[in-house]
């Protein structure tokens, strides 16, 4: 079985800084997929950025990019240049058998 | 990206009532769809995979009783929460699956009554 946990319910960062949202994962699989979504307050869920377990790098999508620690089972979500917009709930989630399992989530308030 | 539509966006219904949701990929087939039930401020919890042609998985402690679901073809899923009650009041997600990619709907927001 497979177990996502986000230990931060909320999060704050003051506009046009970098924030890091944790994400560790739980799986024995040596295959698998690790994701981030957000959410904002209309419920779309908007795909952000993707790491594969065998990808050496760590991917990078824009202002996104995953800091993904293989031995430590975390991947963690990291945005550059906060804006506004960034305000949302951010989850992480995990893949290995085609279903998606998601993490608690992360609330981030951007402040200005 | 694939588009995923669902379909009402949101329903308000009596007590008892049964209500259908459907899930479509527009441009795309989808053999493997998803669903997901969210409680506000949680997260996306996954009530069953439903397989088209087949019967649908459901994940454990969701009765399939309750909430049938059915993959008549390759591009709709539905999701029909029967004889409804205030718990089941939730945000209803479908996703589909596309080369190893999940395309998620714009979600139902089901209000009982």
């Known amino acids: 079985a497979q177990k996502i946990t986000q230990t931060q319910p909320g999060m704050f960062v003051q506009e046009k800084e970098a924030v890091t949202l944790d994400c560790t994962y739980d799986?024995?699989?040596?295959?698998?997929?690790l994701f981030w979504y957000k959410q904002p307050s209309s419920g779309e869920m908007i795909f952000l950025i993707y790491q594969g377990s065998y990808d050496q790098q760590n991917a990078t999508e824009g202002r996104y990019s995953l800091n993904f620690q293989k031995a430590r089972k975390s991947a963690n979500l990291v945005i550059s240049a906060s804006q506004l917009g960034d305000s949302a709930m951010y989850f992480c989630?995990?893949?290995?058998?085609?279903?998606?399992?998601f993490g608690q989530g992360t609330t981030l308030q951007v402040k200005p | 990206g694939a588009v995923v539509s669902q379909h009402p966006s949101w329903v308000i219904c009596k007590s008892g009532t049964s209500v259908k949701i459907e899930c479509r990929s527009l441009d795309f087939q989808a053999t493997t769809m998803f669903w997901y039930r969210q409680f506000p401020k949680q997260s996306l919890m996954l009530m069953a995979t439903?397989?088209?042609?087949?019967?649908?998985?459901?994940e454990q402690g969701v009765e399939k009783d309750k909430f049938l679901i059915n993959h008549a073809s390759l591009t709709l899923s539905t999701l029909t929460v029967t004889s409804a009650h205030p718990e089941d009041s939730s945000f209803y997600i479908c996703?589909?699956?596309?080369?190893?990619?999940?395309?998620f709907g714009p979600g139902t927001r089901l209000t009982v009554l």
């Open positions: 989630s995990g893949s290995n058998t085609g279903k998606l399992i």
């Open positions: 996703s589909a699956r596309s080369n190893n990619e999940q395309f």
């Open positions: 799986t024995s699989d040596p295959s698998y997929g």
């Open positions: 439903s397989n088209e042609g087949s019967k649908a998985t459901y």
